[in-house]
């Protein structure tokens, strides 16, 4: 099992900036890839970015973020961040971080290939 802890969330302004990160710790050198989802009030929870293999070798992002979100991972530290930029209201949500173990034949975009997840981390954008 991995344990997974979100950070820097926040409230801020259409058109700014927040960076999201999660600490992973336990089996991490085992994953097979790391993702972000993210549940709106009312709404089920969608998949945002993956990042997939232990070095990063690729990435993934739902099309409503691709060119403003960045997912990246550093393995010195056990981190997988998200760095999010022009930000819109519709992307205020509760954001998640996941790991995906090995061995799943889901795509990394469907949540249930992940079996562990933090305890979220909210983001409001004001209009």
């Known amino acids: 099992q991995v344990r997974l802890v979100e950070s820097g969330g926040g409230l801020v302004q259409a058109g700014g900036s927040l960076r999201l990160s999660c600490a992973a710790s336990g089996r991490t050198f085992t994953l097979s890839a790391m993702g972000w989802f993210r549940q709106a009030p009312g709404q089920e929870r969608e998949f945002v970015a993956a990042i997939i293999g232990w070095s990063g070798e690729r990435t993934d992002y739902t099309d409503s973020v691709k060119g403003r979100f960045t997912i990246s991972r550093d393995t010195a530290k056990n981190t997988v961040d998200l760095q999010m930029n022009s930000l819109k209201p519709e992307d205020t949500a509760v954001y998640y971080c996941?790991?995906?173990?090995?061995?799943?034949?889901?795509?990394?975009?469907?949540?249930?290939?992940?079996?562990?997840w933090g305890q979220g981390t909210q983001v409001t954008v004001s209009s």
């Open positions: 996941a790991a995906r173990p090995p061995g799943q034949i889901m795509t990394t975009r469907d949540r249930a290939g992940y079996d562990s």
